[in-house]
Antibody
């Protein structure tokens, strides 16, 4: 069973918002941490932040503070990442990843969701 | 905020060679919470090592991690053809978590 399945590719206009979903296998978060990581074309990995669903705690990278929101629907086991005020620099592959235990960060990864921002 | 610097940027080696990748943190990493990831073109990253030295499930024992404090190393004892890829370290001991910029291991 695939641990994390993400929603499909998106094309957005500058200034708009995007929501990417990440479904956990079994439909439950247990005590996992869900991280969001993005990768611009040809670039490295960039940590955007994380959410601990069982505690309803979020931790956002300063770069995205005020522009990104992480949501975890405990009833369905689906995590969401919403990014607002999109620019062309937000064009990237967006990954969700989850921990295995408190000793790990990104143990399992989703397949990635390509977000393209273009007028 | 901890900044991770990986070196070298590119490593040109042959199959069978030993690869040594470095990840240096700007401050001591709490609990040595450092991970190493492998990424191949068109694929999501794959966790190799967590907690600086523990192999993730299914990772071959030619991959090993070591280090503590601010200096961490990923060693691939004998490179297999499938090991040529980009490798990233991360730290998750303190917020904000962060990734290094990556080391590309290419075929010489």
């Amino acid at each position: 069973q695939v641990p994390l399945v993400q929603s499909g590719a998106e094309v957005k206009k500058p200034g708009s918002s995007v929501r990417v979903s990440c479904k956990t296998s079994g439909g439950t978060f247990r005590s996992y941490t869900i991280s969001w990581v993005r990768q611009a074309p040809g670039q490295g990995l960039e940590w955007m932040g994380r959410i601990i669903p069982i505690l309803d705690e979020t931790d956002y990278a300063q770069k995205f503070q005020g522009r990104v929101t992480f949501i975890a629907d405990k009833a369905t086991g689906i995590a969401y990442m919403e990014l607002n005020s999109l620019t062309s620099e937000d064009t990237a592959l967006y990954y969700c990843a989850r921990s295995l235990s408190t000793q790990t960060s990104c143990y399992f990864w989703g397949q990635g969701t390509l977000v393209t921002v273009s007028s | 905020e901890i900044v991770l610097t990986q070196s070298p940027g590119t490593l040109s080696l042959s199959p069978g060679d030993r690869a040594t990748l470095s990840c240096r943190a700007s401050q001591s990493v709490i609990n040595n919470f450092v991970g190493w990831y492998q990424q191949k073109p068109g694929q999501a990253p794959r966790l190799l090592i967590y907690g600086a030295s523990t192999r993730a499930t299914g990772i071959p024992d030619r991959f090993s991690g070591s280090g503590s404090g601010t200096d961490f190393t990923l060693t691939i004892s004998r490179l297999e053809p499938e090991d040529f890829a980009v490798y990233y370290c991360d730290q998750y001991g303190s917020s904000p978590w962060a990734f290094g910029q990556g080391t590309k291991v290419e075929i010489k």
